[in-house]
């Protein structure tokens, strides 16, 4: 069996370049996309080259990133704009290669194994990427190339802009190694502390601690970074093409969540925005993936099967909070949260019935009281029946915020 071919594209500095194609008197000075200043919208979303220079970070406040660069000149988001933009782009990485799985609107992982017949190596499938989209968009890419989606990550981001690195069997500790443990994936603040605490300071130093240590230290999680540092990660990149292949529903909150019961009253709103969705296409979905965005907008993603198909707001909370149980370390701060439904019925294998006829019927009653509450927000508005959490306040904002990881 061959060896994978991964790669992990990530669109430089996305939103900016997309701004500064409208505005190029804007290129070369220092700029940023930045939200408005009510509720938490009003920080950088994403910065040209020009801007990073001075310091200025995606994710800090207006007002902090002003005072690095006092001529700092911000514009508002577009997101029609980037949605084109990275659908444009999109395509182009279709020619290549079906198996092309969005990480967010501005990476997506590439599993070009196959496509080295037709298109050379894998850094020759990335040249080949990188030329087309500079051609056609006159926007640059930095483009990971390796034997599996961590490490190509980690080489999209080693060298930018406009960048292709390579990490092989052969060279991956001579470049990832001497790291700091930082730039691992889902390495928080938190996670980062608690390393350090045990001399833990670098990637290298995660490849070479005992699993068993790291196991102790952090939970499950630990086991996944000792796979992430030493090259072991074997994870799919999971074609995402189709059209309602899923649904989902995501929010940034006014406030960071912090604690056990602050992720239960998210995903109480979110898994039922997501079982309504479900219920009014008339889909039910065997896998739940719950992605999180820290405040250092760092991404973790899981997903879980569910015990059968299902499209009610219990079903979807019980499995998303399990994969958020078994993954997070609560004392970390959670900015978002993304629930998404997958796997509807009829399009995976036929369902294996549960022995449990307790169970079913269990959702039946779940599928019914769902259905009523459906009727009720139908005929009578979406504010008609709402969960208790969400007559708090506190965690909603507006609208949901979207942020280019550059």
């Given amino acids: 069996m061959s060896e994978r071919v991964i790669l992990h594209c990530d669109l430089n500095s996305f939103f900016a370049s997309v701004e500064c194609l409208d505005l190029p008197h804007l290129k070369d000075v220092p700029m940023a996309v930045a939200g408005s200043s009510e509720d938490r919208h009003g920080i950088i979303l994403a910065k040209n080259e020009a801007a990073k220079k001075f310091g200025v970070k995606t994710a800090e406040t207006i007002w902090q990133a002003k005072l690095k660069c006092p001529d700092l000149v911000t514009v508002p988001p577009h997101y029609g704009k980037y949605k084109y ?9 279709y020619n290549y290669t079906d198996l092309v799985e969005p990480f967010s609107i501005d990476e997506s992982w590439l599993d070009v194994t196959g496509s080295q017949k037709l298109f050379g190596t894998g850094y020759e499938i990335a040249k080949k990427i990188s030329d087309e989209i500079k051609e056609k968009t006159h926007l640059t890419v930095s483009i990971g190339v390796s034997f599996n989606k961590i490490f190509a990550k980690l080489g999209s981001d080693y060298k930018k802009p406009d960048a292709i690195t390579v990490i092989s069997k052969e060279n991956y500790k001579r470049i990832l190694f001497p790291l700091p443990a930082s730039d691992m994936l889902f390495v928080g603040r938190a996670t980062l502390s608690q390393l350090e605490k045990v001399g833990i300071r670098t990637i290298g130093d995660i490849a070479n601690s005992q699993k068993s240590t790291l196991v102790k230290l ?3 999680s630990g ?3 000792y ?10 990149v999971v074609c995402e093409r189709e059209k309602e292949k899923s649904i989902g529903n995501g929010h940034t909150f006014k406030r960071n969540l912090l604690g056990e019961e602050d992720v239960k009253k998210a995903l109480t709103i ?5 079982s309504t969705r479900l219920r009014k296409k008339g889909f039910k979905c065997r896998t739940v993936c719950v992605t999180i965005k820290n405040p250092d907008l760092k991404k973790f993603s ?17 499995t998303s909070f399990e994969i958020v149980k078994e993954n997070w370390n609560f004392d970390e701060p959670i900015r978002m949260i993304t629930v998404t439904a997958g796997d509807f019925e009829g399009d995976t294998p036929t369902e294996q019935v549960s022995f449990f006829d307790n169970v079913k019927t269990q959702d039946k009653k779940l599928e019914s009281f769902d259905s009523s509450i459906d009727e009720i927000r139908r005929r009578f508005g979406n504010g008609a029946v709402s969960f208790a959490s969400q007559l708090e306040g506190d965690l909603l ?10």
């Fill in 223 to 225: 086991e996944t970074l």
């Fill in 85 to 93: 933009y990275s659908e444009e782009i999109n395509k182009i990485y």
């Fill in 270 to 274: 979110i898994c039922d925005t997501v």
């Fill in 397 to 406: 904002t507006k609208y949901e915020e979207k942020e280019d990881e550059d």
């Fill in 302 to 318: 899981r997903r879980k099967k569910t015990a059968y198909f299902t499209n009610t707001e219990r079903d979807l909370f019980e």
């Fill in 218 to 220: 952090l939970g499950k």
């Fill in 227 to 236: 796979i992430y540092a030493n090259g072991l990660d074997t994870s799919p």
